[in-house]
Structures are given as structure tokens and as C-alpha cells.
């Protein structure tokens, strides 16, 4: 573990990542943290927090640049790691990597760029009658210590200096992170590039912890801290409301970030069908099989109209399934979920198996699997909306496009939504719009949804259950915008004044001025 | 009441408002809502969403603007009916009209301007390898229809036509707003010119729905119905955290936004206490006093410390407060919680009395009182942070500058904290105020807080318990955030792209082109 970036061994009950390809635990393991070291942790983040805050953007944003070459400093050793604990092939690890220190460098961008402080300065008006406007300035701040779970579906993307850290730390927020089991020597070595990269920026020690443990008793303690201010989470459903009451019963409730639950609909209009059926099914059977199935953007449902030409989409959609080979998933705890809920959803009755892949060499492997349900079914039963986590797709079979409609309004909150259009679709695709858009976070033409571009315009968000808080993304440059909270100073004099909201702009961030642009 | 814009009379039990001055049952009596009429007023407004959301920035900001000249026409039987609701005095009531009205104008500004929609797009990479980059446009759109509580203490800034309104109208969610017992026909006649100006500018009926009622059982129904997206509140802690628990149990939790309690501590350093002591006293007096102690950033709770300097201040502000003669609050509940809080106050050990108001002529007189208390007794007291909501305060002794910091430092959250200093508190004054910044949504210096600027850079928001969300403000234009989320558009065709994303930004909104300034 790290406690305000010093290595420490946890005093608990030792934890071991497994190799999901062989069921074998995997050396060395790790001493497990305690309700003390979750205080420490707590402890020293709330001491780091005024001189982190305190930093300028260009110190901070060189301070996420050097986490990047850090990790990449790591090398061969942090992917032949991240391969062992995740069972991925190590060209999708490496590609994640990139992501992960792609985003770094993103993000310092955006912190130098300045325009997260939203600063404000109303100049004081003293000759207004019948009062005097005082001088008020507005920036945003960092909310605080943030306590950030590793995801166990990303060892590197959503984990120990994935998305929820850097947004965190791009907005001058002390991370506790808890490492997900399923990768803790992966966790370790990250955990070692960004406390070097603490030492190296001479920063508080306190910025940065993390913890290692199993079950949820450490990162409830963690939550329930008085000193954490938000949270961060990416995993199941359960977890992530288990969270969220954890977070609603404090003195003081806080933030949570918890992306949960998204199956991602997938609109296949008659004229799509009809104009790139092949086309169709070969971008389906890529999205649905990417990573083994466990993206949380996966396309899990679909709905069409029926007629011959979904009898041809799903005849080789069919076809294409059953030629897949079961491959390893990440956990045995995502296999056995898989399988159960699989299992579940085949006995619903109107639910139709009509594919299914063959099996695959090693252990924890999925295949994927191919459903129909008609609309009525689907309309009258909400607990279809839930989907097993993994490769499985059902596709809800509809009358018309007016029962096509009634499916996307009947839709709880999704990550993202999407309609594939033809000719002779534009009413029906430009009537689904603003209905998808109150649904999803985000909204696609003609592609899929499984990549998640980390860039100014991502929303990787949504209503519930998809994610805990609509008005947020955990991907992309609005995503800093979760951990910042707006002040005000009124009157407050020169020599006091923060930099960010200082006559002449010393740190020149884009501000506003009496409501119009500052000339920068 | 008006179910999207239709005046309706409720066929519940009728209720009243009391004249506070003399304790006697206002004509008419209003019919209150039932379980259908709220149901109904969702439904409407779920109707009027898709349609209110859609319509141009110039469109919403002129329907803002016909509101605010509606009220103003109401003209002198609007005033009239305030000043017998509330007991406020006609100057009051005439200030916060124009007060209301000018916030929608800004409002209305802001709308036009276009930042709230933060508008993002990222150009596509067709020839990126290994992928290419998708067409990505980000806007934020309404959060869709928002319950508004009227405030019991602003018949008119915080009520039908309010903050919470006036932001919600602002980021195009339709408003079912339900009316405070207190100021019924207040209600009845804004609601009059909110709903006049809903037909005027041809907007969906369901855009605005007004409920009467009395008692938890409509507000907690209105919360609860699946329709809600947002909730605004302004009032007391308890109510506020039961609309919290409401919102949270549903099956899709939605964000509150609950203005709920602060005591605005004041802290006064040695060198303003040699400095200016007879201002200070004048100041804090007239903050203190200032519509009959009744808003939510009087100040409560000073902090000095002890010596000669103090001594003095003490003497001459329980003289001030002495001379003071009681006056009417607005409603009986406010003068019952009052004086059972100040004679709750008075009796903890260690508390001191030293100063109260005299009597005053009519009902429901509330007198100022003034206490102290020694910071030792503060400190291991939390429940003294609670201070009695009207004009009374308590000073806080301190030993020394170093115990003043430790007052600060165990402060819960506020909506404001204000620090006066003079000469020899430069270092005092710097060390408090990074402090201060995480107690409080807007700091002060050498000034008092009671009054709240409408414009671009206030924050009227603040930790918890003053706020339920401390990434927010009630007041100014950055309030129309809370009720709005981003939303994604990939590969989105440019006939079915909203005209806020669109190419040559037609809105001629402010926008980011690839993470830069867009030219406008």
C-alpha cells in the first residue's frame, strides 16, 4: 500500500490477485488495510488538501504529466502484470495504458488551460442606488479529499490513475484509492509511478494513498469519513448504491460518482436493415464481442421491426455468434454472473435463444449469446432491462416503428443510445432524438457505441441507473468538473485574494468579466 | 391553483394565510391539492418538456421577460397582498419585487448569452490510427421538470417567480411549483402572471403548474412522482433532509437542491475591534436586525477574542440590541421555534444573555437577543452551532487568535463567513481565510452578509447543512447549472443535429472547437 505516498505493508488478512486464465492465485499477496490505515490515509489527504488546492494549474498540471511518464517508465513489466491479474490480451493493455496516460496529458492540458475555475469578477458598483454593489469574484476549488474505487473491469483505464484520479487531482483533490482485488500488483506498480510522481513534484505526501482489501468493510469505513468529500466509482449496481446510502447517512452527506448500469441500446431502423444488413451485423458482432463483451458501452439490446429483413439480420447475426469462441473474462466473479443471469434470461418465457458461441480453452470463459423477445414482452416486464454483463445482446422484435418508439420511451437511464437510419428513416430517426437524449448520456448515428473517445466533447454519463448523477461524465474534460465546487469572495482585498481571481489575471485563466469575456 | 396554466380550484381542504401582525385568517380561503392534482401537474409537464426544452434561447429569455413585466403590472394589489401575508413592511416587499424581477431580467440575459449551454465539439479524425475519431458535440440541456418550494421567507425571491423558478424556466424545464401556506394569495397572483405569460408566448400549457396545500403529504407525493427530475427547496433543516430522503428512496433518485441552514459566522480580529469598534457595532446591528432577523445570512455567530477591545464591542452592541424593539415575523411557526431556541440557548451553561430587545405592539414580535459564550464550551458543544433562526447572536470568546482559528476550523458548513480585520491581523486574517473557503460558499471581508447580490459571480451555496449540494448556488446566474446535464452527440447527421451543436452555429452560442475558443 502507499499511505501519503510511503509504502507501507497492510496489517490485515494478506489478498492475492487470481489469473482468471488458470484459477490460480497469483505471487505475491498483499497485506490487507485497516479501519487505522483507512484514517491515515483520510488524515493525511485532509492535510495535504489547502497547499494541493493552493497549487497553480501549470504545477499541477506537470505534476499529472509526470504520473504519465512515469508510468510509461514502467514498461514491459507493468503489462505482463496488468495480462496476468485481467486475463486481456496484452495488446488491448497496452492500449489501454496509452489511454490511461493519454488522459493524464489531456487533463493537464485542460488544467493549464484554466477554464474549469470558471472565474468570475463582478466589479463593484459604489455610487448604485439604493445600494452599493460590492467587488465579487468566483472560482471553482477542489471539493476536497476524494475517495476513488478501482474498477475491476479496467486495471489501468478506471483504476489507481484512471479517469476518477485524474480528475481528481486535475482539480487539486487528494485520491485515497482503493485497489479493486482482481489487480493488485498491477495497482501497485501505478500506485508506485504516482508517488513518485508526488516526491518529484514536491507535493503534500498526503495527495495520494492507496489502500489494499477486500470486501466492502474498508471502502465503506473509507466513505463514511468525515474527511472525504466525493466519491468515485465505477462497478456493479449493487455496489454502487451500497455506496451511495453509505454516502447519504453521513453527518454530512457527500458526492457520489458511481457508474453502474448501462445496456446501451441499439435502434436498427427498417431502412438500415434494409440498406447494410451485412455491414450491420459485422459492426454488431465487433462491438458486442470487444474485450470479451465487458465494455459497459457493449450493445446488449436491440429493437427492430419485424419482417424479412430482421429475419436476415438475425439469421446471420445468428450465424456469426455461434462461430465465436468463448473467451477468458476478467473474474470469476464476472463469469459466474454471466452465466447465471444468461441462464436466467433463456428461461423467461418469450425469451429466444438463437445463437449461441462455442466454448473456449481456460478457465472463466464466456460465449457470447444471442436473444429475442417481442416488444410486448419486453414493455411488460422491466426486469429485462437488465442484462447479463458480458457479450449477450437481446433484440427486442417490434410490430412498428411506433412500438419501436414505445421501447426507447419505456428505457431507464443508459450510458449511451443509438440508431442505425436508411432510407426512408428520417421521421422515425428524427423523432427518436429527443426522446434517446433524455435517456442516454450520449447519442449515435450509424456507429456503435463500445469506444469511449476521451476528449473536450465525451459525455460518458447518464440518468439512472447508468450512472448515480446525471449532470456529470467520468470520461473526458468535464469530467474535472465533479470534484470542484464554486466560492465567492466579496470584498476580500487585494493582498488576500487568490491568484485565480486577482486584478490582472496573473494565472491568465479565461474569465468573465461583469458577465462578458474577459479580453485575454 | 393553475395545473399548466389553468386556474383550477383544489378539492382538498381549503387553507388560509394568517396576517403574522395580527394573528387573524386571510380571505379566501384556497382549496388545497389532492394526490391527482399533483399527478396531473407532473403529467403536463413530462408533456411540455421535449417542446420547452426545444425552444431558441431568445424564445425562453423573452418568456422570462414577459413574466417579469406580468409581475410588475400586478402593480400595487400584489404589494398589498405581500405586505398582509408576510407583516413585512411595504419597502421591504416593493425591494424584493424588484429584486425578483430583476432576476429574471439578468436571467434572461444569461439565457440569451448561451454559456450555460457549454457547448463542445470535437472535429472528427478520420485518418487517426489505430482508430479514427468520431463527430462529437456535447451541449447541456435541461434536466426535465423541476419541483419548486415555495420559501416561507421570501414571499416573492424565493417563491413562485424565485431563484429556484426563474433557473429552472431558465435551462427550459417545465416548473411545478408548490405555494408556501404562508403567502397563498401572493402566490396566486404571481402565479397569475407566471401562467399569462406562458399563453403570451405560446408555450406548452404544462410548462408551469401551481399547487396549494398545507402539511408534508403534497410535497413529499410531488417529490416522489417519476416525472420529477430536480427538486429546489428553501427553508429548514428538517425539511429539507426529508425531501432528501424522499428523493433518494425513489427507484431513480434525483438531485435536491435544499437551502437549509447557516448561522454566518463573523469573525472579528483584534485590530478591527481597536480599529472601528463603533462601526462594527453599527454594521452588525443593522445585518443582525435587517427584516426582523429573518434571512438566512444574518449574522448569527461572532467570534473575538477577549480583552478590553471586545469588552467594549460587547457593551455597546447589547445596548444597541437593548434599545431594539421587537418586531413581527412572518409567520407564528417562526416566532414559536424562535423564542423556544433563544430560551434553549439561555439556559446551557456557560451561555450568557446579555442584552435583549424590548416588546414589541402586535402578534408574533420576535425581540433581538445577544449572548456569548466562551470558545472552550462552543467547541465541545456542536449543538451550539445551531443558533435560533430570527435576530439573535452569540459571540464566541476566545482565548487568542490561535483558539479564533480553532473556532473556525470546527465550523459546519455555511453560506457565508466573514472575517474583519485592522491593523496587526494581516497574518490572522491570511491563515483564515483558505479556512473559511471550505466552511462557506462566499467569504467576506470587512463587511456583513445579509445582503445577496444577484449577478455572475455569487455563490449562495455553501457545505452542508447550509446547502444539501455544495456545488451549487440558488442565487445569480450561475444557478440555472443545477438544472441542466450534458449530453453527447456521435456522428449525429447534420439534419438531425440540435441547432446549438450545429455547424455555423446558428445560436451563435459560446462555444469550444477542439478544446479552444470558437471564433464567434
Redesign the interface.
Known amino acids: 500500500m502507499f499511505l501519503g505516498a510511503e509504502r507501507r505493508t497492510g496489517r490485515g488478512p494478506a489478498v492475492a490477485s487470481i489469473d482468471p486464465r488458470t484459477d490460480t492465485p497469483l505471487e505475491p499477496g498483499y497485506g490487507s488495510g485497516t479501519a487505522e490505515d483507512v484514517a491515515r490515509a483520510c488524515e493525511l489527504a485532509e492535510q495535504a488538501?489547502?497547499g494541493f488546492?493552493?497549487t497553480s494549474p501549470e504545477r499541477r498540471a506537470t505534476f499529472l504529466e509526470r504520473i504519465a511518464d512515469r508510468i510509461e517508465a514502467l514498461g514491459e513489466e507493468l503489462i505482463v502484470r496488468a495480462v496476468a491479474e485481467s486475463g486481456l490480451p496484452a495488446v488491448r493493455v497496452t492500449?489501454e495504458r496509452d489511454r490511461t496516460t493519454g488522459q493524464l496529458r489531456l487533463l493537464a492540458?485542460?488544467v493549464r488551460?484554466g477554464?474549469w475555475a470558471?472565474v468570475?469578477?463582478?466589479r463593484p458598483l459604489p455610487d448604485r442606488v439604493?445600494?452599493p454593489?460590492?467587488d465579487?469574484?468566483?472560482r471553482h476549488?477542489g471539493?476536497?479529499p476524494v475517495a476513488v474505487f478501482g474498477a475491476s473491469d479496467f486495471p489501468l483505464g478506471f483504476s489507481v490513475a484512471g479517469g476518477d484520479s485524474t480528475a481528481a487531482l486535475a482539480a487539486g483533490c487528494p485520491v485515497v484509492l482503493k485497489a479493486h482485488s482482481a489487480h493488485l500488483g498491477t495497482s501497485e506498480l501505478v500506485g508506485s509511478a504516482v508517488a513518485a510522481a508526488v516526491r518529484e513534484s514536491e507535493l503534500p505526501a498526503g495527495v495520494f494513498s492507496l489502500l489494499f482489501g477486500s470486501g466492502a468493510e474498508l471502502g465503506r469505513a473509507l466513505v463514511a469519513d468525515p474527511r472525504i468529500r466525493a466519491v468515485g466509482f465505477t462497478g456493479s449496481r449493487a455496489g454502487g448504491e451500497a455506496l451511495?446510502r453509505t454516502a447519504?447517512a453521513r453527518p454530512?452527506?457527500v458526492?457520489v460518482y458511481a457508474e453502474m448500469s448501462s445496456v446501451n441500446p441499439v435502434f436498427l431502423l427498417p431502412g438500415a436493415l434494409r440498406d447494410r444488413s451485412a455491414a450491420l451485423v459485422e459492426g454488431f458482432i465487433g462491438a458486442l464481442t470487444a474485450g470479451a463483451g465487458q465494455f459497459r458501452t457493449r450493445p446488449g439490446l436491440l429493437a427492430a421491426v419485424n419482417g424479412p429483413e430482421l429475419a436476415e439480420f438475425l439469421a446471420a447475426a445468428g450465424r456469426a455468434v455461434s462461430a465465436q469462441i468463448a473467451r477468458t473474462v476478467q473474474t470469476r466473479a464476472f463469469h459466474d454472473a454471466y452465466e447465471r443471469a444468461a441462464a436466467a434470461l433463456a428461461a423467461v418465457e418469450d425469451v429466444r435463444e438463437i445463437a449461441a458461441g462455442q466454448p473456449g480453452e481456460g478457465a472463466n470463459t464466456c460465449a457470447p449469446r444471442l436473444f429475442t423477445v417481442p416488444a410486448e414482452t419486453f414493455l411488460g416486464r422491466p426486469e429485462l432491462q437488465d442484462q447479463p454483463f458480458g457479450a449477450a445482446a437481446t433484440v427486442v422484435t417490434c410490430r412498428d416503428t411506433a412500438q419501436l418508439t414505445e421501447v426507447a420511451r419505456a428505457l431507464?437511464?443508459q450510458l449511451t443510445a443509438t440508431v442505425h437510419h436508411g432510407t426512408g428513416d428520417?421521421d422515425t430517426?428524427?423523432a427518436l432524438?429527443?426522446?434517446l437524449?433524455?435517456r442516454?448520456?450520449?447519442?449515435?448515428?450509424?456507429?456503435w457505441?463500445t469506444?469511449v473517445?476521451v476528449?473536450?466533447?465525451?459525455?460518458h454519463?447518464g440518468?439512472?441507473?447508468a450512472t448515480?448523477?446525471?449532470?456529470?461524465?467520468s470520461v473526458g474534460?468535464?469530467s474535472v468538473r465533479r470534484f470542484?465546487?464554486?466560492?465567492?469572495?466579496?470584498?476580500?482585498?487585494a493582498?488576500?485574494l487568490p491568484a485565480d481571481v486577482s486584478d490582472g489575471n496573473p494565472r491568465d485563466l479565461?474569465r468573465?468579466l461583469?458577465?462578458a469575456?474577459e479580453h485575454r
Open positions: 488538501a489547502p488546492r493552493a492500449g492540458a485542460e488551460y477554464a470558471e468570475r469578477i463582478d439604493p445600494e454593489r460590492p465579487l469574484r468566483e476549488i471539493i476536497g451511495m447519504a454530512e452527506p458526492p431507464r437511464g428520417r430517426a428524427a432524438l429527443p426522446l437524449e433524455t442516454a448520456g450520449r447519442v449515435l448515428y450509424d456507429g457505441p469506444a473517445e476528449s473536450h466533447a465525451m459525455v454519463g440518468p439512472y441507473p448515480s448523477d446525471v449532470r456529470t461524465t474534460t468535464l470542484l465546487r464554486p466560492v465567492c469572495y466579496q470584498d476580500v482585498p493582498d488576500f479565461p468573465r461583469d458577465g469575456r
